[in-house]
């Protein structure tokens, strides 16, 4: 029992640094890179052949996005951050998944939802958080977490007996008490692996021609989002600073401030590629939107929107604000949708979506006759939408019933 306990103290003790402890310094340069990496040991071995089943799984996803430009794009981008050499070690998969996240397995396989594409808006900003679950797999942490939770839980299956033969309210006491003490251990464990991440991600960035000051904005941006999210449920502002028990990450304001502490200062005015991300964002942005439009969180789908129109709205900007509006379908969110589709319409008559949504909002206002005129234009548009029939009938053609 001693060994185990000994044994998760040590595997926690290792990942503590000057990250983990919040100590202000820049971020340094990871080390000179190993090469390939083969797994070592029965536990490693395990985990990469489990991955390697997972791999061959997600490659056949309904979900998985084979479109090879962007995949390739974001193959640059993360080259871009971590180097040619190590960025060669990563296999990427890009899913469609309207939630903010990325992983990495240590068999290389990295997983990236559609959330996150959505919500950075340039290429520092992504390579941020690709460079952070690169960090992940560079130090082998999911090994590390594993060998610390199974000594955790090891040392409780031997425990659970003890209390069991004891039999009495105090064995079953300390029992919990122990419970508590290494659920904890297992929890900070896990968000000092975190910090590390961070650190190591703060480095590649650092020594990239990207800027690393984009990393700390990809939580603030984060945090504004969700207290947009609670103010329109009429919730209070969540606070950012507290570190819950199960808490596997360590807060957004101290990622924030930590991270803006590590980023080298001379390099503020390095590029963000914001305009080339856009770019290469451009044709699935719609479908990225309305995935978000349908989670039914109508403050954190308004942030997003508002905030990728900061530089001017578009044409399809204004139709998703339309769509999150007339989703929610109160009478005046209608008729604010009909006011964004009509701009829509104004700034591009022959997008389809900007008619769809026009014609759709105004029937429900009662304007059914404008509606049917923009529902028809729609449809010249677009013969052959999807709801091409459920439109007709809403939208007659002339002469018809």
């Known amino acids: 029992m001693r060994g185990a306990i000994a044994g998760l103290v040590a595997l926690a003790s290792a990942v503590l640094s000057p990250a983990a402890s919040g100590q202000s310094k820049i971020a340094p340069s990871p080390p000179p890179y190993i090469g390939a990496y083969q797994p070592q040991g029965v536990d490693e ?28 794009y974001v193959r640059n981008v993360l080259c871009s951050a971590v180097g040619a050499d190590r960025c060669g070690a990563a296999r990427i998969y890009i899913l469609r998944m309207p939630i903010f996240n990325a992983t990495m397995s240590p068999n290389g396989t990295m997983r990236i939802f559609s959330g ?34 199974r000594s955790g839980t090891d040392l409780l299956s031997w425990a659970g007996v003890f209390a069991t033969l004891g039999n009495t309210y105090q064995s079953y006491s300390n029992l919990n008490s122990l419970q508590l003490s290494v659920y904890g251990q297992i929890f900070r464990f896990n968000r000092d692996q975190e910090r ?4 190591l991600g703060l480095g590649y960035l650092n020594r990239s021609s990207l800027r690393p000051q984009a990393a ?112 929610r379908g109160n009478p005046r969110d209608l008729a604010q949708a009909s006011e964004f589709y009509g701009k829509a319409v104004e700034m591009d008559a022959a997008l389809p979506e900007a008619q769809r949504g026009l014609g759709l909002s105004l029937i429900k206002t009662g304007r059914r006759t404008e509606g049917q005129v923009a529902l ?26």
């Open 45 to 72: 071995i395990g985990l990469w052949r489990q991955e390697d089943e997972g791999e061959r799984a997600l490659a056949n996803s309904a979900i998985l996005i084979r479109d090879e430009a962007l995949n390739s």
């Open 116 to 149: 996150l594409l959505l919500r950075v808006r340039n290429e520092a900003e992504l390579a941020a958080v690709l460079g952070h679950e690169f960090g992940h797999f560079e130090r082998r942490h999911s090994l590390a977490r594993f060998k610390a939770q």
């Open 196 to 199: 590390e991440a961070d650190m």
């Open 216 to 327: 700390s904005v990809v939580w603030q941006n984060l945090m504004s989002e969700q207290e947009a999210s609670a103010a329109a449920r009429g919730l209070r502002k969540p606070n950012f600073d507290r570190i819950a028990f199960f808490a596997t990450h360590p807060p957004e304001a101290e990622r924030a401030n930590t991270l803006a502490e590590w980023a080298v200062p001379d390099a503020a005015s390095r590029d963000l590629g914001a305009n080339r991300y856009a770019a290469a964002l451009a044709s699935w942005l719609p479908t990225f939107l309305d995935d978000q439009i349908k989670l039914n969180d109508f403050g954190g789908s308004d942030y997003i929107i508002s905030s990728l129109a900061e530089n001017g709205w578009t044409a399809p900007l204004l139709v998703a604000r339309g769509d999150l509006y007339r989703a």
């Open 376 to 401: 028809r234009r729609y449809l010249d548009l677009k013969p052959n939408a999807s709801d091409a029939a459920m439109i007709s009938m809403l939208a007659p053609s002339a002469g018809g019933q």
